[in-house]
């Protein structure tokens, strides 16, 4: 899997966030994109994720060498981020449940096993609104981690973590792109905190854009 932005730009009313944004990004490493509040990450992510239109230049994601339809697009990623909301009137089985009728888990793994994973097996019938925003924030890391999508992306994984769910991201996270994970995936992160990403040997700064 491979993302390829050319000449990549993105302007809000008349302020250009970046500009110029040329990268191959490939499955199988990380990268992180790093810069002050406001520099224009989650920005950036959101456009890699298909998920907001450029306003100049070009994204291509391929497999394999070939083109994959922007339609396609979402198939191939998984996205946590502070501002994507879970469904919140669900409990988290019925979440699980709901979630992998769209994007399946990785093989082998239930929803019952996901629940495991995420540590909070003792909180599968609760809804959603009553989690903890740290517990929320593992759903939403788990539903990237365990999903089959050749993209992860992870912006400001750890915010509301305390440090056990920050140990609990690190061993996950390095999974990823780690020997073990037989179908490698392209890990994006965006980022503010080194101890989030002292693993990830590509790191990007959307500064260079501006
Ligand atoms: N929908 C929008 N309309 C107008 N401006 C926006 C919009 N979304 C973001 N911006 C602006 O784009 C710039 C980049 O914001 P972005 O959230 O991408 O930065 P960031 O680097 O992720 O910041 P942080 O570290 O605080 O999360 C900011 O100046 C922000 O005000």
């Given at each position: 899997?491979?993302?390829?932005?050319?000449?990549?730009?993105?302007?809000?009313?008349?302020?250009?966030?970046?500009?110029?944004?040329d990268l191959t990004l490939t499955a199988g490493t990380s990268y992180t994109f790093v810069g002050p509040n406001g520099s224009g990450k989650?920005?950036?992510?959101?456009?890699?994720?298909g998920n907001l239109p450029a306003t100049e230049g070009k994204l291509i994601y391929s497999r394999?060498?070939?083109?994959?339809?922007?339609?396609?697009?979402?198939r191939q990623v998984s996205i946590a981020a502070p501002y994507l909301e879970l469904v919140?009137?669900?409990?988290?089985?019925e979440l699980l449940t709901f979630h992998q009728t769209f994007k399946p888990f990785k093989a082998g793994l239930t929803p019952e096993l996901v629940a495991e994973r995420l540590m909070l097996?003792?909180?599968?019938?609760?809804?959603i609104k009553y989690f903890s925003s740290g517990m929320k924030q593992r759903v939403k890391l788990g539903l990237a981690f365990f999903s089959e999508s050749p993209v992860v992306i992870l912006d400001e994984p750890t915010s509301n973590l305390d440090r056990q769910g920050a140990a609990w991201y690190k061993e996950q996270v390095l999974q990823l792109t780690g020997p073990a994970n037989h179908s490698p995936q392209l890990l994006l992160i965006g980022s503010n905190q080194p101890d989030e990403y002292d693993f990830c040997p590509n790191i990007l700064d959307v500064m260079q854009w501006k």
């Open positions: 899997m491979v993302i390829r932005a050319e000449q990549l730009g993105k302007k809000y009313r008349k302020e250009w966030i970046f500009r110029r944004v989650s920005t950036l992510l959101q456009l890699l994720a394999q060498d070939k083109v994959i339809d922007p339609d396609d697009w979402f919140e009137e669900l409990s988290l089985d097996t003792h909180a599968r019938h609760k809804e």
